[in-house]
């Protein structure tokens, strides 16, 4: 009983142990306690374009009945404490989360809103922290930029002068931070740096700088310039400014005599370079012409300072030749250029026709053969000419066409009987002269009835008429011997 009272006293010490340790712990940790307000995390640094919306965050500890006030550090106005604002700036303004977060807002940020901003706690001593606000701006153009005195030429900036003058172009850029300007040619074409004193010329692609100086302009460089201002912040503009160079008339021809036949028409040209525009013409024994039904005028610009002249001239008439003058003037000159137009003589026509050539067949009456005699014996002897064209056709005989069109191969034939014994033929087939080949040809007849015009389409070597002639005249010989030579063997058998 003694040892059960024993181990609960030895308990209960312990637990009083216990107690008076925590006891001490919680004493020691409410002494250690920091009793004033702090920061948990710094401001932050913003960079915003003008016109965007920024926000800065304050975040305090154990702020206890101290109150959080928001100042501009630059004049140290107060803009707000706790949630209610000082300032009365519409575009400023403070929240709270209720717990330890601070926010100080401004929105629509102009370019007087840059500086450093504070967030303050009214403790004794005071205590503090900062961020920094940087607004920029995206770069701009100004329309009218202040020209110096030493600029004795107003037309410089305008972009005009004269061919060998001097053109200045300005481009002012304003934005935060400062923008650069570069200049380019819109055409992609490369800018020419001429020196005045010198024939030195540098040839580039861009040129730096807020001013673009031509000297010794010559036309070649008119055209658009473009200069382009950036400085990181966008977007980036540019500005075109038109390069205009004057110069008096050059006249050039491609030809400066010309040949046309009588009852043609033709056409001349001019090709002017000058600018500004100029007033152009064309003239014949210094008198003006103009467009009707006799003549056709037409310019067309090929580029800035170059353009095409056309003076047509229909139905030429001996009358019409001669010398033709293209001019062209403006303020600062005149041209012209002188066009002969001459008379080409065209060679005659051909006017011999050749004669056709038309093979005519007879036959002669011959006596009746026996009924002992074998069967007729035809000899088809073709006769043709291929260089024969339809108009020869058409002149020769009429009754030719029909008896071609009668013929499914286009060809004549001569059909010979010729009476003959038993046997004889036979016996005399090796002796009989050989038939000629002929060509196939392809004759086209049209349906709508004009039979004179005849179209002949030939697959071969065309043979002239003098060897086509002497051919058919051969076979008459062979085939009249032939015959006689038949009849004297009938007769006397």
């Known amino acids: 009983m003694d040892l059960v009272k024993c181990i609960l006293s030895i308990f209960l010490h312990i637990f009083i142990l216990l107690n008076c340790i925590i006891s001490l712990a919680k004493i020691t940790v409410i002494a250690q306690a920091p009793t004033d307000p702090e920061f948990l995390a710094p401001l932050d640094n913003f960079t915003v374009p003008q016109g965007r919306e920024v926000s800065f965050t304050c975040i305090v500890n154990n702020l206890g009945g101290y109150k959080v006030a928001w100042l ?13 604002m000082i300032s009365l700036n519409p575009r400023l303004s403070v929240t709270h989360n209720g717990h330890n977060t601070w926010k100080f807002h401004i929105a629509n940020v102009h370019l007087n809103d840059s500086g450093s901003y504070m967030c303050q706690v009214n403790t004794d001593p005071m205590i503090w922290q900062s961020g920094n606000l940087n607004v920029v701006v995206p770069p701009d153009i100004l329309n009218q930029p202040e020209i110096s005195s030493s600029m004795v030429n107003a037309n410089m900036e305008e972009g005009i002068s004269n061919e060998g003058g001097v053109i200045q172009l300005i481009c002012a850029a304003t934005g935060i931070p400062e923008p650069t300007v570069q200049w380019n040619r819109e055409d992609g074409k490369d800018i020419i740096l001429r020196s005045e004193s010198t024939r030195e010329k540098q040839v580039v692609k861009v040129v730096e700088g807020e001013r673009l100086i031509l000297t010794n302009v010559q036309r070649t460089d008119m055209g658009g310039y473009r200069c382009v201002a950036s400085n990181g912040v966008p977007p980036a503009v540019s500005k075109r400014f038109d390069v205009n160079v004057h110069f008096k008339p050059e006249i050039k021809v491609n030809s400066e005599i010309v040949g046309a036949p009588v009852d043609s028409q033709v056409v001349l040209e001019c090709i002017v370079q000058v ?6 013409g064309w003239y014949k024994n210094a008198e003006k012409l103009h467009d009707g039904i006799k003549y056709n005028i037409s310019e067309a610009l090929i580029n800035l300072y170059t353009w095409q002249l056309n003076l047509t001239i229909r139905n030429l008439k001996k009358a019409d030749f001669g010398a033709y003058t293209c001019s062209s003037v403006n303020a600062l000159g ?3 250029k002188r066009i002969n137009l001459q008379e080409y003589q065209l060679p005659p026509k051909p006017t011999t026709t050749p004669t056709p050539y038309v093979v005519r067949t007879s036959a002669k009456p011959r006596r009746k053969s026996s009924h002992t005699h074998n069967k007729n014996l ?3 002897v073709r006769a043709k000419d291929t260089s024969m064209s339809t108009n020869h056709i058409q002149d020769g005989d009429p009754n030719l066409a029909n008896t071609i069109a009668g013929n ?3 060809l004549g034939e001569v059909h010979t009987q010729l009476p003959a014994k038993n046997g004889y033929e036979k016996n005399r087939n090796s002796q009989m002269p050989p038939v000629v080949p002929t060509p196939k040809n392809i004759w086209f007849y049209p349906t709508n009835g004009a039979s004179s015009q005849i ?6 070597t065309t043979v002239s008429v003098t060897t086509t002639t002497t051919i058919n005249f051969l076979l008459s010989l062979l085939l009249f011997l032939f015959k006689f030579y038949i009849s004297n063997e009938l007769f006397l058998t």
């Open 334 to 336: 005149k041209d012209e």
């Open 275 to 280: 600018y500004p525009k100029p007033l152009n």
């Open 72 to 84: 501009k550090s630059d004049s140290k106005a107060i803009l707000g404490i706790h949630t209610h």
């Open 378 to 380: 035809n000899e088809v």
């Open 455 to 460: 179209q002949h389409l030939s697959a071969r």
């Open 408 to 410: 499914p191969n286009g």
